[in-house]
């Protein structure tokens, strides 16, 4: 089998806080392949952008990476010295924030910001490195670019700034982008144009790109596979027609109920019952059993396996377990 060229391995980062340590991401592992689009999917405080953080290495100053594996390539990112990772930063690996407007720099110009980023990452100066901010402008769809340098984050709409965002990130053409939220900010109908803008700049430049969101619906038409995260770990994972056509966590189903149907809008939606998880006080077993209506008792005590569906989806829930225990394909 080929190198992947990204693969997290049982990564536990923690951030330790005056109340005890916060095990924000707990043992996850996946692969990102080139070209492929990943979704990560989960409510606030699932560990979601924790996990891209630590990818980058970006975390606060609390946060660590306790144990587990980041290689990029074949080559153990966690063992990178910070000038090593300066460079992966950027070149590598771009990150585009959720909120656009506190990711600029307000007194700085949009032309300033990022001719920064081509500069400090690429071998460009003077005028070519001033072709290729309009060039970058163009690229993510902007119009009158020429003029857009001059401006102020402040005079640009949050759709225009979230372009500005992508542009930066795409500077060096990296070969993973990582979209943290990339549109929370935005209405529903410039959402639609950023996401579309992405996938079209994804097949053109061939990146891996890895969508972190907490919404299902955002990324139904454009991952390849999804990962469903719940209290810092992996409850599901699979291609995005498994997950959506044949959820086998509760916590994915749950999800599901709570996007709207077009073809029965009259259909109530169901939200998820209970409050997220208290993570400074992790449950001995699945993370998501006090909010689960079909949890057992064993759900309590402990942790359920990845449970092998079909070889395109995984699912670590007891259901699961136990439906291939009655039919006699495995124990408990």
Known sequence: MSEHLLSVQDLHTSFFTDAGEVQAVNGISFNLDPGEILGIVGESGSGKSVSAYSIMRILADTGRIVDGRILYKGQDLSAWSEKQMESFRGKACSIIFQDPMTS??????IGNQLREAVVL????RGSVADGRVVELLELVGINEPGKRVKQYPFELSGGMRQRVMIAMALACEP????ADEPTTALDVTIQAQILELMQSLQRKMGMAVILVTHDLGVIADM????????GGRICERGTAREIFYNP????????????????NMKKKLVPISGSPINMLNMPKGCAFCARC????KICLTRQPEELDINEN????????????????????
């Open 223 to 230: 991952c390849d596979n999804i990962v469903v995260m719940y």
């Open 293 to 296: 209506d079909a949890a057992m």
């Open 175 to 178: 070969d993973i982008l990582i």
């Open 248 to 263: 086998r966590h509760e916590y994915t189903k749950g999800l599901l109920r709570s996007i709207p149907n077009v073809n």
């Open 121 to 124: 990452h690429t071998d460009k």
């Open 104 to 109: 600029l720099n307000p007194v700085f110009t």
């Open 313 to 332: 989806h995984r699912a670590a829930c007891w259901m699961n377990i136990k439906e291939a225990f009655e039919a006699g394909e495995g124990q408990v």
